[in-house]
C-alpha cells in the first residue's frame, strides 16, 4: 500500500494492492495531468512520457500562443471550465459578475495515514494501518477558490475513493453550479460501457454496449438513486469477461440525483466524471464557506468484472458497512406485507408469529399499516401514533407477547413522507416540497417532506424514537415510496433553492445517523418502494436494504445477480414468498424460493398460517439451512459462474468460504430443454491441489446435506469444470456443498 511523491518528478504515485495510479504536477503554472490508472507498477519510471506533454501543442511554459488547444487535449486531474477545455467540465463557479469560468492549479499537497470523515455524508474509512490519504489543494487564484482534492487508497483491496472539498478563500459569494467529485482522463481502449438499469419491481439489470464518440451517460434527477439507473459505470476492455481483461469500475457513495459520464473525444481519449448531477443544482458559497461532494469509488482490474466485484466487495464489508450486523447473523424474519398488506389486526400478527416460531423463524417484521388512521396507502403518513383499533392492548403488549415466543420484533416507517390527509399536514402545510402557487405532484398519494428543516426532521425523529423506545423493537425497515418532486422549501431563501436536491439527502443521512446513534443496537433495512435507494452511501447506516419489490425466485435470479456484481450477498435483503407471485403470477416450487434467499439475507414475506402442508414442513429445513450457512454467505467470497441473463437458460454462482474448507454452488435451472447435455461450469478459487467431496443440500427427509458419492480435485473442478446435471422441470435448483477433504 502506500501514497509517494516522487519530488523531482513531481509526480505522485498511489498504490494499492494490484493497482498504480499517476498524476504530475505540470509547467509553472502547476497543471495537474493524469498520467496512468492500472496494474501495479513496482518502477514507474519513462511513466511521465504518457502526457504527451513532448509532443504539440506543449504546455503553455513553452507555448503560450496555443494555450487554448492544450487546454482541450491534456489528461486533467480535474477539469476546468470555460478556458478552453471543451470536454466535460467537473465544476462550474458563477462570480458575483455572473461569470462561470474555473481553473485549478496545484497548490500544495499532504499525504496522511488513515482517512478523515467527510462532513455529513456517509464515506468509507479504515484505521490508520489500513488507509492513506493524498490531499492535493488546487487553486482559482481569480475566484479566490480552493478545490482539496481527496484521494485515499486501501491496504487490503484494490480501491481508490475520491472526493472533492471546495473552500471559498475570497470575500465573494461564489455560486458552485457543478461539483463533481472525480475526473478520469485516459485514451480510450474501445470501452464497452457497463451500466446498472431497471425500473420499479425489475432493478438493476445489467447492460453492456461500446461508447462511441461523444457522450455517455447514466443519471438522475428523482431525488433518490432509483430503480431506473444505478450510480455507477464500468469501463470494459472490448472481450473483457467475468475472469480476465480490464475493467474500471466507477461507484458514487451517494443517494440522490447523480451523473456518471463517459466521453470520447477527438483525440480518442476518454473522461469520466462522476458527481452530484449539476442539472438542478447550485450551492451558494459564502466567503470562508466549504462544500464538500459525495466521494467516488474506483476500481481498476485486470482480472475482468469477477475483479471490480470482488474489490469492491471487500472495501464495502471493511471499510463502509458499520453496522453491528456486519458479521454477526441475521435473524430470519418473517414480513407480514405480502401476507396481509394493510388488513391486520394484533391477532392475525401473533397468529403468524406463533407459527413462525414453532418453525424456526425468528422475527416478527410489522409492515406498513399499524399507525395512525393507515387503513390504505392514501393517508396518515407522518402520525406515528400506533393505532390502538387495529392493535388493541397496544405495541408494548404485542411486542411482549412476540417475545414471549422466542421473537424477535421489527416494524416499519417511512418517515421522508406525508400524507395530505394526515395530522401533521392539517398542522404544518409547509412541510411538504412545494413550488408556491403550483400544487405538488401526488405519487401514491403522498407529498415528500421537507428534511432539510431542522424541525421537520426533529418532529419525526422524535416520533420514531417515543415509539422505538415503547417496546422492544430490535430492527426497523426505512422505506421511501416516492420520487421527489415540485422542488422547493418554504425554508429556504430564492438564492439558496437550488440546494434543495442536495440539502434534503443530508437531512436523510442525518435522520438515519441519529437513528443508529440512538440505537447502536438495532438492525436497519432500507428500502425504497423495493430496490429504489439501493447505493453505497445507504450501506454506511444499513447493513442491509431490500433488494425489490419484487420476489419471484426467477426474477430474482437477475436482480440479485446484477446487485452482487458490486454488493456484498449479506447487503441484499431477500424473501421467500407465496406462489402464485404477487408481482409477476408466476408459480416456482417452495424448495426454489429458499435457495434464492439463501443468497440474501433470507427471510419470509407471507402468510405462514395459510401454506399448505407440504411447504410448511419445508420451512424448518429452510430455516435449519440458513443456520448451518449463514456465516458462509456473509462472510465469504463470491464467483459469478453463469448467467441466465446472458444464457437464456440457467444460473450458477459460487461462494467460498473464508476459511477455504467448504464452499457452496447455487445451481437455478429457469426452463427445461428437451435433448440437450448436463452443463458444466468452472469452478473458482479453490485449492488447486486438495479434492473435494462433493454433498448437496437436500429439502427431503433425512440430513441436510447429503453425499453424493463424487469426489473431484480442485485442479478438476477449476479447469476442467463441475458437471451439473439437467433437472426434471423448470424452475428447479440446487445448492452444492463441497467439502475439501
Ligand atoms: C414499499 C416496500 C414494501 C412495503 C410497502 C408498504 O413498496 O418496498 O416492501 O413495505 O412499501 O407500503
Given at each position: 500500500?502506500?501514497?509517494?511523491?516522487?519530488?523531482q518528478?513531481?509526480?505522485?504515485?498511489?498504490?494499492?494492492?494490484?493497482?498504480?495510479?499517476?498524476?504530475?504536477?505540470?509547467?509553472a503554472?502547476?497543471f495537474?495531468?493524469h498520467?496512468?490508472?492500472?496494474?501495479?507498477?513496482e518502477?514507474?519510471?519513462?511513466?511521465?512520457?504518457?502526457?504527451?506533454?513532448?509532443?504539440?501543442?506543449?504546455?503553455?511554459?513553452t507555448?503560450s500562443?496555443?494555450?487554448?488547444?492544450?487546454?482541450?487535449?491534456?489528461?486533467?486531474?480535474?477539469?476546468?471550465?470555460?478556458?478552453g477545455?471543451?470536454?466535460?467540465?467537473?465544476?462550474?463557479?458563477?462570480d458575483e459578475?455572473?461569470?462561470?469560468?474555473?481553473?485549478?492549479?496545484?497548490l500544495?499537497?499532504?499525504?496522511?495515514?488513515?482517512?478523515?470523515p467527510?462532513?455529513?455524508?456517509?464515506?468509507?474509512?479504515?484505521k490508520?494501518?489500513?488507509?492513506?490519504t493524498?490531499?492535493?489543494?488546487?487553486?482559482?487564484?481569480?475566484?479566490?477558490?480552493?478545490?482539496?482534492?481527496?484521494?485515499?487508497?486501501?491496504?487490503?483491496?484494490?480501491?481508490?475513493?475520491?472526493?472533492?472539498?471546495?473552500e471559498?478563500?475570497?470575500?465573494?459569494?461564489?455560486?458552485?453550479?457543478?461539483?463533481?467529485?472525480?475526473?478520469?482522463?485516459?485514451?480510450?481502449?474501445n470501452?464497452?460501457?457497463?451500466?446498472?438499469?431497471?425500473?420499479?419491481?425489475?432493478?438493476?439489470?445489467?447492460?453492456?454496449?461500446?461508447?462511441?464518440?461523444?457522450?455517455?451517460?447514466?443519471?438522475?434527477?428523482?431525488?433518490?438513486?432509483?430503480?431506473?439507473?444505478?450510480?455507477?459505470?464500468?469501463?470494459?476492455?472490448?472481450?473483457?469477461?467475468?475472469?480476465?481483461?480490464?475493467?474500471?469500475?466507477?461507484?458514487?457513495?451517494?443517494?440522490?440525483?447523480?451523473?456518471?459520464?463517459?466521453?470520447?473525444?477527438?483525440f480518442?481519449?476518454?473522461?469520466?466524471?462522476?458527481?452530484?448531477?449539476?442539472?438542478?443544482f447550485?450551492?451558494r458559497?459564502?466567503?470562508?464557506?466549504?462544500?464538500?461532494?459525495?466521494?467516488?469509488?474506483?476500481?481498476?482490474?485486470?482480472?475482468?468484472?469477477?475483479?471490480?466485484?470482488?474489490?469492491?466487495?471487500?472495501?464495502?464489508?471493511?471499510?463502509?458497512?458499520?453496522?453491528?450486523?456486519?458479521?454477526?447473523?441475521?435473524?430470519?424474519?418473517?414480513?407480514?406485507?405480502?401476507?396481509?398488506?394493510?388488513?391486520?389486526d394484533?391477532?392475525?400478527?401473533?397468529d403468524?408469529?406463533?407459527?413462525?416460531?414453532?418453525?424456526g423463524?425468528?422475527?416478527?417484521?410489522?409492515?406498513?399499516?399499524?399507525?395512525?388512521?393507515?387503513?390504505?396507502?392514501?393517508?396518515?403518513?407522518?402520525?406515528w401514533?400506533?393505532?390502538?383499533?387495529?392493535l388493541?392492548?397496544?405495541l408494548?403488549?404485542?411486542?411482549?407477547?412476540v417475545?414471549?415466543?422466542g421473537?424477535?420484533?421489527?416494524?416499519?416507517?417511512?418517515?421522508?413522507?406525508?400524507?395530505?390527509?394526515?395530522?401533521?399536514?392539517?398542522?404544518?402545510?409547509?412541510?411538504?416540497?412545494?413550488?408556491?402557487g403550483r400544487?405538488?405532484?401526488?405519487?401514491?398519494?403522498?407529498?415528500?417532506?421537507?428534511?432539510?428543516?431542522?424541525?421537520?426532521?426533529?418532529?419525526i425523529?422524535?416520533?420514531?424514537?417515543?415509539?422505538?423506545h415503547?417496546?422492544?423493537?430490535?430492527?426497523?425497515?426505512?422505506?421511501?415510496?416516492?420520487p421527489?418532486?415540485?422542488?422547493?422549501?418554504?425554508?429556504?431563501?430564492?438564492?439558496?433553492?437550488?440546494e434543495?436536491?442536495?440539502?434534503?439527502v443530508?437531512?436523510?443521512y442525518?435522520?438515519?445517523?441519529?437513528?443508529?446513534?440512538?440505537?447502536?443496537?438495532?438492525l436497519?433495512e432500507?428500502?425504497?418502494?423495493g430496490?429504489?435507494?439501493?447505493?453505497p452511501?445507504?450501506?454506511?447506516?444499513?447493513?442491509?436494504?431490500w433488494?425489490?419489490?419484487?420476489?419471484?425466485?426467477?426474477?430474482r435470479?437477475?436482480?440479485?445477480?446484477?446487485?452482487?456484481?458490486l454488493?456484498p450477498?449479506?447487503?441484499?435483503?431477500?424473501?421467500?414468498?407465496?406462489?402464485?407471485?404477487?408481482?409477476v403470477?408466476?408459480?416456482?416450487p417452495?424448495?426454489?424460493?429458499?435457495?434464492?434467499?439463501?443468497?440474501?439475507?433470507?427471510?419470509?414475506?407471507?402468510?405462514?398460517?395459510?401454506l399448505?402442508?407440504?411447504?410448511?414442513a419445508?420451512v424448518p429445513?429452510?430455516?435449519?439451512?440458513?443456520?448451518?450457512?449463514?456465516?458462509?454467505?456473509?462472510e465469504?467470497?463470491?464467483?459469478r459462474?453463469?448467467?441466465?441473463?446472458?444464457?437464456?437458460?440457467?444460473?450458477?454462482?459460487?461462494?467460498?468460504?473464508?476459511?477455504?474448507?467448504?464452499?457452496?454452488?447455487?445451481?437455478t435451472?429457469?426452463?427445461?430443454?428437451?435433448?440437450?447435455?448436463?452443463?458444466?461450469?468452472?469452478?473458482?478459487?479453490?485449492?488447486?491441489?486438495?479434492?473435494?467431496?462433493?454433498?448437496?443440500?437436500?429439502?427431503?427427509?433425512?440430513?441436510?446435506?447429503?453425499?453424493?458419492?463424487?469426489?473431484?480435485?480442485?485442479?478438476?473442478?477449476?479447469?476442467?469444470?463441475?458437471?451439473?446435471?439437467?433437472?426434471?422441470?423448470?424452475?428447479?435448483?440446487?445448492?452444492?456443498?463441497?467439502?475439501?477433504?
Amino acid at each position: 500500500m502506500g501514497i509517494t511523491y516522487l519530488e523531482q518528478k513531481k509526480i505522485f504515485k498511489l498504490d494499492t494492492p494490484n493497482t498504480t495510479y499517476l498524476m504530475e504536477i505540470v509547467d509553472a503554472e502547476g497543471f495537474l495531468g493524469h498520467i496512468y490508472y492500472g496494474r501495479r507498477l513496482e518502477d514507474a519510471e519513462g511513466a511521465e512520457e504518457l502526457l504527451r506533454t513532448l509532443e504539440g501543442p506543449f504546455t503553455p511554459e513553452t507555448n503560450s500562443r496555443d494555450r487554448s488547444s492544450f487546454m482541450d487535449c491534456f489528461p486533467w486531474e480535474y477539469s476546468s471550465h470555460g478556458v478552453g477545455d471543451f470536454r466535460e467540465s467537473s465544476v462550474r463557479v458563477k462570480d458575483e459578475n455572473g461569470c462561470s469560468a474555473v481553473m485549478l492549479t496545484y497548490l500544495s499537497h499532504e499525504i496522511y495515514e488513515g482517512k478523515r470523515p467527510l462532513e455529513g455524508l456517509p464515506a468509507t474509512f479504515g484505521k490508520q494501518d489500513q488507509v492513506q490519504t493524498l490531499e492535493i489543494t488546487c487553486e482559482d487564484k481569480c475566484l479566490g477558490l480552493r478545490a482539496v482534492l481527496s484521494y485515499s487508497v486501501f491496504e487490503d483491496t484494490d480501491a481508490i475513493a475520491r472526493s472533492v472539498r471546495f473552500e471559498n478563500a475570497g470575500r465573494q459569494v461564489l455560486s458552485l453550479e457543478k461539483a463533481m467529485s472525480c475526473c478520469l482522463d485516459m485514451d480510450n481502449r474501445n470501452f464497452d460501457a457497463i451500466t446498472l438499469h431497471g425500473s420499479w419491481a425489475r432493478e438493476r439489470r445489467i447492460e453492456r454496449k461500446p461508447i462511441g464518440h461523444g457522450r455517455f451517460s447514466v443519471s438522475t434527477l428523482r431525488g433518490e438513486t432509483s430503480h431506473q439507473e444505478h450510480c455507477f459505470l464500468a469501463l470494459a476492455a472490448p472481450g473483457a469477461n467475468q475472469d480476465q481483461g480490464e475493467v474500471y469500475g466507477f461507484h458514487l457513495v451517494y443517494s440522490g440525483n447523480f451523473l456518471i459520464q463517459a466521453e470520447v473525444n477527438q483525440f480518442d481519449s476518454v473522461r469520466v466524471v462522476a458527481g452530484i448531477n449539476p442539472e438542478d443544482f447550485c450551492w451558494r458559497l459564502g466567503g470562508g464557506e466549504s462544500f464538500q461532494t459525495p466521494e467516488v469509488i474506483l476500481t481498476y482490474s485486470a482480472q475482468g468484472i469477477g475483479g471490480m466485484t470482488n474489490s469492491l466487495h471487500k472495501l464495502y464489508r471493511n471499510h463502509l458497512i458499520r453496522s453491528p450486523y456486519l458479521h454477526k447473523k441475521r435473524p430470519i424474519l418473517i414480513n407480514n406485507w405480502e401476507a396481509t398488506y394493510f388488513d391486520f389486526d394484533e391477532k392475525k400478527l401473533l397468529d403468524i408469529a406463533k407459527e413462525s416460531a414453532a418453525l424456526g423463524i425468528e422475527m416478527l417484521v410489522m409492515d406498513d399499516g399499524w399507525f395512525g388512521n393507515r387503513y390504505d396507502d392514501n393517508r396518515a403518513l407522518g402520525d406515528w401514533k400506533v393505532n390502538e383499533k387495529k392493535l388493541k392492548g397496544g405495541l408494548g403488549r404485542l411486542v411482549e407477547q412476540v417475545n414471549a415466543l422466542g421473537m424477535k420484533f421489527g416494524i416499519w416507517f417511512e418517515p421522508e413522507m406525508i400524507s395530505e390527509e394526515s395530522a401533521l399536514y392539517r398542522q404544518h402545510p409547509d412541510w411538504a416540497l412545494a413550488v408556491p402557487g403550483r400544487k405538488p405532484t401526488l405519487s401514491r398519494n403522498q407529498y415528500v417532506l421537507d428534511i432539510s428543516r431542522r424541525e421537520v426532521r426533529d418532529c419525526i425523529m422524535e416520533q420514531v424514537f417515543a415509539v422505538l423506545h415503547s417496546a422492544n423493537i430490535e430492527y426497523v425497515k426505512w422505506d421511501m415510496n416516492r420520487p421527489l418532486t415540485d422542488l422547493g422549501s418554504a425554508a429556504l431563501p430564492a438564492d439558496r433553492q437550488g440546494e434543495l436536491y442536495h440539502r434534503y439527502v443530508l437531512g436523510m443521512y442525518e435522520m438515519q445517523e441519529r437513528l443508529v446513534k440512538e440505537f447502536p443496537d438495532l438492525l436497519l433495512e432500507n428500502c425504497s418502494g423495493g430496490g429504489g435507494r439501493f447505493d453505497p452511501g445507504m450501506l454506511y447506516y444499513s447493513p442491509q436494504i431490500w433488494c425489490s419489490d419484487d420476489t419471484d425466485a426467477v426474477e430474482r435470479l437477475a436482480i440479485q445477480e446484477s446487485t452482487a456484481m458490486l454488493y456484498p450477498l449479506s447487503a441484499m435483503g431477500a424473501h421467500v414468498s407465496v406462489c402464485p407471485n404477487h408481482t409477476v403470477g408466476r408459480n416456482t416450487p417452495f424448495e426454489t424460493r429458499g435457495y434464492v434467499a439463501l443468497a440474501g439475507t433470507f427471510g419470509y414475506e407471507l402468510d405462514i398460517t395459510k401454506l399448505d402442508e407440504e411447504d410448511r414442513a419445508m420451512v424448518p429445513r429452510q430455516t435449519a439451512m440458513y443456520h448451518r450457512f449463514h456465516d458462509l454467505v456473509r462472510e465469504g467470497e463470491y464467483y459469478r459462474l453463469s448467467s441466465w441473463q446472458e444464457n437464456g437458460s440457467f444460473d450458477c454462482f459460487q461462494v467460498n468460504g473464508p476459511d477455504g474448507k467448504e464452499c457452496l454452488v447455487f445451481y437455478t435451472q429457469v426452463l427445461n430443454e428437451p435433448a440437450k447435455k448436463s452443463r458444466i461450469v468452472r469452478l473458482k478459487g479453490l485449492d488447486a491441489g486438495a479434492r473435494y467431496r462433493i454433498r448437496v443440500v437436500s429439502m427431503e427427509g433425512g440430513d441436510l446435506i447429503k453425499d453424493t458419492g463424487r469426489e473431484a480435485s480442485g485442479e478438476v473442478l477449476m479447469y476442467g469444470g463441475f458437471r451439473l446435471e439437467r433437472l426434471w422441470g423448470d424452475f428447479r435448483s440446487r445448492i452444492f456443498c463441497l467439502e475439501r477433504i
